[in-house]
């Protein structure tokens, strides 16, 4: 195989997450390559887990359909952020408009659980150094069962 002549296709993916005084986050994702330049912001109210808002922007795209997904994800408002929120995302806005979009917010929402998770867990460590982390990661999602499922745990390794 000779490696010079490949053809070179590089794709960047990057999610975020910012905390916004107490109760707001806002998860956000870039998707960029050869085919596609997309990118989400999603304002969270954490303490209730509630979307409140969805800016979605699509600058380079492959379909028609995908230009009209910048409104669709707009339906997102109002929505829980819990178990069926990744099912949700894909049927409902990923097929009405784009599913790259929709796969992108779902990244972003679960990067916004991780982080989530381990402020809660550096907090407690500040204040505990001994703190078993596992045990606590084991009891966060004993306590906020509906995030297991967005995070793609299996219940039995916890």
Not at 133 to 138: D, G, L, P
């Amino acid at each position: 195989m000779d490696l010079n002549n490949m053809p070179i296709y590089s794709r960047m993916k990057s999610c975020g997450v910012q905390k916004q005084g107490e109760s707001r986050r806002v998860a956000s994702g870039v998707l960029e390559d050869e085919l596609y330049a997309m990118q989400c912001e999603i304002n969270v109210d954490w303490p209730s887990r509630t979307i409140e808002s969805v800016h979605a922007r699509i600058k380079r795209f492959t379909t028609v359909r995908c230009v009209l997904a910048e409104p669709v994800f707009l339906k997102a408002e109002g929505w829980k952020i819990d178990s069926q929120v990744e099912g949700r995302i894909k049927k409902e806005l990923g097929r009405n408009g784009c599913r790259h979009l929709a796969i992108l917010m779902v990244d972003s929402i679960r990067s916004l659980v991780r982080a989530e998770l381990v402020r809660n867990l550096t907090s407690e460590m500040r204040s505990n150094p001994n703190l078993d982390s596992v045990n606590f990661v084991r009891t966060f999602f004993q306590e906020n069962p509906e995030l297991k499922t967005i995070m793609k745990i299996n219940p039995e390794n916890l």
